[in-house]
């Protein structure tokens, strides 16, 4: 019996995984580049789920909501960059070349987290909501089933790396974000613009965040603190796939999406958190740069 349900877990995960690594992509990109722990990430997954419903209450089509809430959450993205981590990474006492300390744009991020939370609350309540499945139907086999939607996630992914890595490695805006990431100070000395990079990197990240809060909002119900559980998940992702590492971000999501369908499949749902933290720990045990990390970062 175990081994009968293994291809439906194993989809099931690879569906849930992906939710995963359009959450922790993003969040790898901002912290990759600009060194910031954005816990306020996870509440660019939750207003892009509430703006798409919002949208989609009026009667708008399912995928113009989505890219119309993309858009407003990149704008919200550049907001929460200039008011929240700006201003302290440029407080005195902290580098020249913008960083912020760990410590304080930690708490920046949290306390942005909490502010968006609360005007989440202000304007749409405490009920939970859903959004309306954008497509129905599924996708029957001998092995397993997977609805349309799942498939959509997880072409989503593929789709949502793909422009990623097309935007790094193939354009001038792409090559100054990787020299920031690798160097700063080497490149501010040959002429790169601080300001594009950090606009360019909260736009990718935030429209990663909604993406994955659009069409998760379509198959699991939304609240104004949706965003705290996937955003611990994408924080654990790093771990797993390796900080700063955009590939360790996908494999990472997948393995954890895998792992806690797993647990809840073939033991209980109440450990399915469990499951992921023990498997945090282990790496970071095991091998504490994650799995395409580097063992030492010179910044």
Do not use: C
Not at 110 to 139: C, K
């Amino acid at each position: 019996m175990m081994l009968e349900l293994l291809p439906q877990q194993l989809a099931n995960g690879l569906a849930l995984g992906s939710t995963y690594a359009l959450v922790a992509l993003g969040l790898t990109l901002i912290f990759g580049v600009l060194l910031i722990p954005n816990f306020a990430h996870g509440e660019f997954y939750m207003l892009g789920a509430f703006v798409t419903y919002a949208l989609v209450a009026t009667g708008l089509n399912f995928w113009l909501a989505m890219a119309t809430a993309v858009v407003l959450v990149v704008l919200i993205g550049w907001i929460v960059d200039r008011v929240v981590f700006q201003p302290v990474a440029a407080a005195p006492g902290h580098d020249s070349g913008g960083h912020g300390s760990g410590l304080s744009l930690m708490i920046s991020a949290l306390a942005g987290s909490i502010i968006l939370q609360q005007l989440a609350t202000i304007i749409w309540g405490t009920e939970a909501r859903t959004i309306p499945a954008p497509m129905t139907g599924m996708v029957r086999t001998s092995l397993f089933t997977i609805t349309y939607l799942q498939i959509t996630i997880i072409a989503t992914l593929a789709v949502a790396w793909t422009a990623v890595w097309l935007v790094l490695h193939r354009s001038r805006l792409g090559l100054a974000i990787r020299a920031t990431s690798q160097n700063r100070d080497a490149a501010l000395l040959m002429g790169i613009s601080m300001t594009r990079v950090r606009l360019a990197t909260f736009a990718i990240g935030a429209a990663l965040g909604a993406v994955a809060g659009a069409l998760l909002g379509a198959t699991f119900p939304i609240y104004p603190s949706m965003g705290v559980n996937p955003v611990l998940k994408a924080f654990v992702v790093l771990v797993i796939g390796g900080i700063g590492s955009l590939p360790g971000a996908i494999v990472g999501g997948l393995v954890l999406g895998m792992v806690e369908v797993m647990v809840a499949g073939y033991g209980s749902s109440q450990f399915q958190d469990i499951g992921t933290f023990l498997i945090l720990v282990a790496v970071l045990l095991i091998r504490p740069q994650g799995l395409f990390g580097r063992a030492q970062v010179e910044r």
